[in-house]
């Protein structure tokens, strides 16, 4: 389940290359969200958090779990890679997808509101606080 109380710091800082370091200085790595890049999902590890870029980059630390958000509710938590998709967090296989990976997939590809482009999906800003008023709410 996600936590109502999302933070939108990076947890780091970001140098003018864009990568960023911890405040132990160890420099963050950049892994990317794919169904097609998904820009606007929300991110956090235990010392990342932010949103989605085009590209669908986000950043972490080796060895860290990142949780992704389509506004405050949980799409799943997994070990951070260098590539995630909706296979990853529904702990499936190409030929043989989940429910759970089924419906990220599907959810991902409805609330595009840049459906015209398949080469991306775009989470609305709007949606930032999608499941912010329920009282719990489950992973998907």
Not at 5 to 23: E, K, Y
Not at 61 to 81: I, M, P, Q, R, Y
């Amino acid at each position: 389940s996600a936590s109502g109380n999302f933070s939108s710091s990076s947890g780091g800082s970001s140098n003018a290359s864009g990568s960023s370091s911890s405040s132990a200085g160890t420099t963050a790595l950049t892994g990317t969200f794919f169904d097609a890049p998904v820009q606007g999902l929300r991110y956090r590890t235990a010392t990342q958090s932010g949103v989605t870029d085009a590209s669908g980059s986000y950043k972490y630390l080796a060895g860290e779990k990142v949780e992704f958000f389509l506004g405050n509710v949980s799409l799943g938590k997994v070990t951070a890679k260098k590539l995630v998709t909706p296979y990853t967090l529904g702990s499936s296989t190409t030929t043989n997808p989940s429910t759970k990976t089924k419906n990220i997939a599907m959810l991902l590809q409805n609330l595009d509101k840049n459906r015209i482009n398949s080469n991306t999906i775009v989470i609305a800003d709007g949606l930032k606080d999608y499941g912010k008023k329920w009282p719990r709410y489950e992973e998907i």
